[in-house]
């Protein structure tokens, strides 16, 4: 399947030419039914630049229910076992876009609600400012494990938890695309949010799929984060844009879109790979740091203490101190030339062995 390209033609029918299992994620921007009765106006008489565009218009919501459960259902096809979804909306049309993903066995991982900290206020004052926009993060089935790097999220977030709440600014001065002194696109999304989202539940070289293609900023985070990119636009205007917008991309070194690495995304490795390959040689006595406790490794990969008991590296950590859990891979060390060394960093070394 060819990527970083820009298919100019209708999503339905584009996605149905596409293969199964070939997306890892998808970003999607829906027309979100607005149901503007009319123009907007400011209080001085100007008029507001809406989303007044055919594509935003529906018949009924019946309508617009068929046409988001047709996309869904394709999206769904062309995930990867473990891929995402993410789903953009207001309150116009998230809860319908919600209960069809839920309905066609999506399972939901998180609901984000992007806080715009330069809303657009509400001009006729008749309503609180509408100051947020909610994203849905989904996987295609609840046995499903999609790609989530923990760790670089709490690197982007001063080593705090990032949160489901986030403050990014609507796209606006030189970043918003304009063709002649006009918005190229009215809803064009900030690079800020689609990188944190492609950082997040995306990996270099994964295959990136937006359906409703627009001014392209999904194409573009993705070509400066080392993704690849497949948009589906219908205007050919856009696509023109977007594709523009792309080229202009100077992509990232690799070095500098590397990311903090989470632990739990490394290949499990047994503590008998150790011995198997003769990093640890079975009779080598493990010690705790303060050299309390001891143990002798085993040829299977168990451990025994000098009293006869023997299990895991564990188990044994845990009963030695009389705790109820314990990580052997950092409790136990071994000495090597006078110092203590922790297994677990001698099953850093085998994963550095054995990766190529």
């Not at 997306?23 to 507001?48: C, E, K, T, W």
């Not at 490794?297 to 950590?317: F, K, N, P, Y």
């Amino acid at each position: 399947m060819q990527t970083d390209r820009i298919i100019i033609g209708d999503s339905l029918s584009e996605m149905a030419k596409l293969p199964d299992a070939s997306i890892d994620l998808v970003f999607a921007d829906p027309p979100y039914n607005l149901q503007l009765g009319g123009d907007l106006h400011r209080p001085d008489g100007s008029q507001v630049d809406a989303v007044t565009d055919h594509w935003d218009r529906f018949d009924s919501f019946a309508d617009y229910d068929r046409f988001t459960r047709a996309w869904l259902t394709e999206c769904r096809r062309l995930l990867k076992p473990d891929g995402s979804l993410w789903v953009i909306g207001t309150y116009h049309n998230i809860f319908r876009v919600g209960s069809a993903l839920q309905d066609l066995g999506y399972w939901v991982h998180n609901d984000i609600i992007w806080r715009k900290s330069n809303p657009m206020p509400n001009f006729k004052g008749t309503r609180f400012t509408n100051a947020h926009e909610t994203l849905l993060w989904a996987a295609k089935s609840p046995t499903a494990r999609p790609t989530f790097n923990y760790k670089a999220m709490k690197a982007l977030n001063e080593d705090l938890q990032m949160r489901s709440d986030w403050v990014i600014p609507i796209c606006s001065g030189s970043e918003r695309v304009r063709v002649d002194g006009v918005k190229a696109h009215p809803t064009q999304k900030p690079e800020a949010l689609l990188h944190r989202i492609l950082l997040a539940t995306s990996n270099e070289g994964d295959v990136v799929l937006d359906p409703f293609f627009g001014s392209g900023t999904t194409g573009a985070v993705a070509r400066r984060l080392g993704r690849h990119y497949l948009g589906i636009e219908r205007e050919a205007g856009y696509a023109a844009v977007a594709e523009a917008r792309i080229r202009a991309v100077e992509p990232l070194a690799a070095a500098d879109r590397a990311v903090t690495a989470d632990p739990r995304a490394a290949p499990r490795i047994p503590f008998g790979a150790l011995v198997e390959t003769g990093m640890l040689r079975p009779g080598a006595m493990l010690t705790d740091r303060s050299r309390r406790y001891s143990a002798r490794v085993r040829a299977d990969g168990s451990l025994a203490l000098e009293g006869g008991r023997s299990g895991s590296i564990h188990q044994l950590g845990a009963a030695v101190q009389g705790v109820p859990s314990c990580n052997g891979w950092t409790f136990w060390h071994v000495e090597q030339r006078g110092s203590l060394v922790s297994i677990d960093s001698m099953r850093e070394d085998y994963r550095s062995l054995t990766a190529g």
